[in-house]
């Protein structure tokens, strides 16, 4: 059997997703040795990181030793993000940028590196469910490189716009310093907890728990539990610090049960559940080399609990649930799903609406007071008037 390469990487066009917050993704068709295609899904930011550790395997070529030498194509890092404009211009960049790359030396166009980074992924394989609310648009480069949609162009993404709670001071290059009251915009949410963000002329990614929205302290777009699990695996031992926290040692399999946006996930340990990082989960029978190569770049953010002089500018705190509530619901779906024989959506659904959201029970609604004689006669119709109104 031959050595593993590429033959080519062409760029199809990018998509327009909303889950689990609105943001672009481009589409590769990748042509391998073998004679197998295989499209696959990789944001911007991912393919800058690419591009930045690929100038680090390579000084020389990246012309950080001499710039004369250099053969690694440039590509610019992200800037302001003005939505599907931006996805759309790049397309051109991208194309030239994997095209130059393709032609280099084997040692650089068919490295690990770049070999892994394009393998199929899961999240490659996954098709929108019929249960979201919106699927993602598909724009695709035409022969003569314009991009044709199903629908019309809209304008620019609005960013979303979130508040420091507290001084946060970067440890890589690739981070961001926060002070406390700084306003950012949110250009990418990533399941590991870390966001990247910009401030003016400033941009790198920033723990989720150092941020909170402005008009809530609440994040509207955590999901809700999962109480059924998805199955996991560790990759990285971890202690447990605060009590909530659950201790794990490498390759253990366990559920998660609800995939908080801080990069904290409640997960199920036997019938035991607690806060994990989920830097340290990989997906059951997916390949850890790449999540472990993340670790070591960056490691998992600090939680909200855990920041000292926090100062927020809403008057109560965000709604979490306590680990009481998830391990009361959590025995209760088990339970349930022992007497089945099997697991079941509908008993996850049960379990939701049988346990209440909050520790508090829901405030019931007001009963508005009766109008008065006189607001009946004066909205009512004619006919009603006549029947109440005694004749003269």
Same mark, same amino acid.
Not at 58 to 66: Q, T
Not at 208 to 229: K, R
Not at 258 to 263: F, N
């Given at each position: 059997?031959?050595?593993?390469?590429?033959?080519?990487?062409?760029?199809?066009?990018?998509?327009?997703?909303?889950?689990?917050?609105?943001?672009?993704?481009?589409?590769?068709?990748?042509?391998?040795?073998?004679?197998?295609?295989?499209?696959?899904?990789?944001?911007?930011?991912?393919?800058?990181?690419?591009?930045?550790?690929?100038?680090?395997?390579?000084?020389?070529?990246?012309?950080?030793?001499?710039?004369?030498?250099?053969?690694?194509?440039?590509?610019?890092?992200?800037?302001?993000?003005?939505?599907?404009?931006?996805?759309?211009?790049?397309?051109?960049?991208?194309?030239?940028?994997?095209?130059?790359?393709?032609?280099?030396?084997?040692?650089?166009?068919?490295?690990?590196?770049?070999?892994?980074?394009?393998?199929?992924r899961p999240d490659d394989l996954k098709l929108p469910t019929d249960s979201q609310v919106k699927k993602p648009e598909t724009y695709l480069v035409s022969k003569d490189?314009?991009?044709?949609?199903?629908?019309?162009?809209?304008?620019?993404?609005?960013l979303q716009t979130y508040r420091a709670i507290a001084d946060y001071g970067k440890s890589s290059d690739s981070e961001m310093a926060l002070a406390t009251g700084d306003?950012?915009?949110?250009?990418?949410?990533?399941?590991?907890?870390?966001?990247?963000?910009?401030?003016?002329?400033?941009?790198?990614?920033?723990?989720? =728990?150092? +941020? $909170?929205?402005?008009? &809530?302290?609440? %994040?509207? /777009?955590?999901? *809700?539990?999962?109480?059924?699990?998805?199955?996991?695996?560790?990759?990285?031992?971890?202690? =447990?610090? +605060? $009590?909530?926290?659950? &201790?794990?040692? %490498?390759? /253990?399999?366990? *559920?998660?049960?609800?995939?908080?946006?801080?990069?904290?996930?409640?997960?199920?340990?036997?019938?035991?559940?607690?806060?994990?990082? &989920?830097?340290?989960?990989?997906?059951?029978?997916?390949?850890?080399?790449?999540?472990?190569?993340?670790?070591?770049?960056?490691g998992a953010p600090p939680r909200r609990s855990s920041i000292r002089n926090a100062h927020s500018i809403h008057q109560r705190s965000r709604k979490r649930l306590s680990?009481?509530?998830?391990?009361?619901?959590?025995?209760?779906?088990?339970?349930?799903?022992?007497?089945?024989?099997?697991?079941?959506?509908?008993?996850?659904?049960?379990?939701?609406?049988?346990?209440?959201?909050?520790?508090?029970?829901?405030?019931?609604?007001?009963?508005?007071?009766?109008?008065?004689?006189?607001?009946?006669?004066?909205?009512?119709?004619?006919?009603?008037?006549?029947?109440?109104?005694?004749?003269?």
């Amino acid at each position: 059997m031959g050595d593993i390469f590429i033959r080519q990487i062409a760029l199809l066009g990018f998509e327009k997703r909303f889950v689990p917050s609105q943001h672009y993704v481009y589409m590769f068709l990748v042509k391998w040795q073998d004679l197998s295609e295989k499209v696959v899904y990789r944001r911007f930011t991912e393919i800058y990181e690419f591009h930045k550790t690929l100038k680090e395997m390579f000084p020389i070529e990246a012309g950080d030793i001499n710039p004369e030498n250099r053969i690694i194509p440039h590509l610019p890092a992200p800037r302001w993000f003005d939505g599907q404009r931006t996805a759309e211009s790049r397309q051109g960049t991208l194309t030239e940028y994997y095209n130059t790359l393709m032609g280099l030396p084997v040692k650089i166009s068919r490295c690990p590196h770049l070999l892994n980074f394009f393998k199929v992924r899961p999240d490659d394989l996954k098709l929108p469910t019929d249960s979201q609310v919106k699927k993602p648009e598909t724009y695709l480069v035409s022969k003569d490189g314009k991009t044709n949609a199903a629908a019309d162009i809209t304008g620019p993404i609005i960013l979303q716009t979130y508040r420091a709670i507290a001084d946060y001071g970067k440890s890589s290059d690739s981070e961001m310093a926060l002070a406390t009251g700084d306003v950012v915009d949110v250009v990418e949410k990533s399941e590991s907890g870390w966001w990247f963000c910009q401030m003016k002329t400033k941009r790198g990614w920033v723990p989720a =728990s150092y +941020l $909170e929205p402005l008009d &809530s302290p609440d %994040e509207p /777009e955590d999901p *809700e539990p999962n109480y059924a699990g998805e199955p996991y695996v560790t990759i990285k031992a971890y202690t =447990s610090i +605060l $009590e909530d926290e659950i &201790s794990l040692k %490498e390759g /253990e399999t366990i *559920e998660v049960i609800h995939k908080l946006l801080d990069g904290w996930w409640v997960i199920r340990k036997d019938d035991v559940t607690g806060y994990f990082p &989920s830097m340290y989960l990989q997906k059951a029978g997916q390949d850890i080399g790449q999540a472990q190569r993340q670790i070591k770049s960056r490691g998992a953010p600090p939680r909200r609990s855990s920041i000292r002089n926090a100062h927020s500018i809403h008057q109560r705190s965000r709604k979490r649930l306590s680990q009481d509530t998830y391990r009361r619901n959590s025995v209760r779906f088990l339970q349930q799903r022992r007497r089945q024989g099997r697991p079941g959506p509908q008993s996850a659904g049960s379990m939701l609406k049988e346990e209440p959201q909050t520790d508090r029970s829901k405030p019931q609604p007001a009963v508005p007071p009766r109008p008065s004689t006189d607001l009946i006669l004066h909205r009512c119709s004619e006919s009603t008037k006549r029947k109440l109104t005694p004749s003269a």
